[in-house]
């Protein structure tokens, strides 16, 4: 069945540091791929999105490639904030509208 | 932008009640609504799919008698946790999607509700 491997962490980084958190999947057909974002003692929210082959989703300086060949869709942040502390999902969303998600990579910043 | 609501958001019950948790689109329709549950610094698990008007789909081991799923209308669906035990004490939350795109987003977004934190005692 589908599914989403994202690199665990926590991943800690000073602010202003760069930012990626791996993620690959495994679906058969295309499916659309989806990064959320996870604030403290909140639900999910959808921080970009990419739904054909190399398209970038990019949102609050934010980006991720939808890479076929190599199965991933990596996100990136040039520069992190404080205020990116948060729980961040990768997800995909195959044939059907269920999102499968990755376990979730903890991302905290420090000033 | 769409907009799901859930009630309540945070609740604390004695083991062997049941507890109502409501998931409301606020703004569009949602003729789908999911149900995950998530566990500390676990990812999200997919409980169930609510279709309006129609039986909820259970995901496989998730117990359909004990978490009673009911979507009435196009703008709620109802999670029921009945005969609550501390072990189902959890972070539950819903989604929905606008396949008509009543709320002006693409029609596989999904959109989520803030949870609601469960503890039974």
């Known amino acids: 069945g589908d599914s989403v491997t994202q690199m665990e962490g926590p991943v800690t980084l000073s602010e202003e540091a760069f930012l990626t958190i791996n993620c690959t999947y495994t679906a058969t057909g295309y499916p659309s791929l989806f990064w959320y974002v996870q604030y403290p003692g909140e639900g999910l929210q959808l921080l970009l999105k990419?739904?054909?082959?190399?398209d970038k989703g990019s949102n609050k300086g934010f980006e991720a490639t939808y890479r076929k060949e190599t199965t991933s869709f990596h996100l990136e942040k040039g520069s992190v904030q404080v205020s990116d502390s948060a729980v961040y999902f990768c997800a995909l969303q195959g044939g059907s509208e269920k999102l499968v998600f990755g376990k979730g990579t903890k991302l905290t910043v420090n000033p | 932008g769409a907009v799901v609501s859930q009630h309540p958001s945070r609740v604390i019950c004695k083991s062997g009640t049941s507890v109502k948790i409501e998931c409301r689109s606020l703004?569009?329709?949602?003729?789908?609504m999911f149900w995950y549950r998530q566990f500390p610094k676990k990812s999200l698990m997919l409980m169930a799919t609510?279709?309006?008007?129609?039986?909820?789909?259970?995901e496989q081991g998730v117990e359909k008698d004990k978490f009673l799923i009911n979507h009435a209308s196009l703008t709620l669906s109802t999670l029921t946790v009945t005969s609550a035990h501390p072990e189902d004490s959890s972070f539950y939350i819903c989604?929905?999607?606008?396949?008509?795109?009543?709320?002006?987003?693409?029609?596989?977004?999904?959109?989520f509700g803030p949870g609601t934190r469960l503890t039974v005692t």
């Open positions: 990419a739904t054909k082959a190399d």
């Open positions: 609510s279709n309006e008007g129609s039986k909820a789909t259970y």
């Open positions: 989604s929905a999607n606008d396949p008509l795109g009543t709320s002006g987003g693409a029609h596989y977004e999904q959109y």
């Open positions: 703004d569009f329709q949602a003729t789908t």
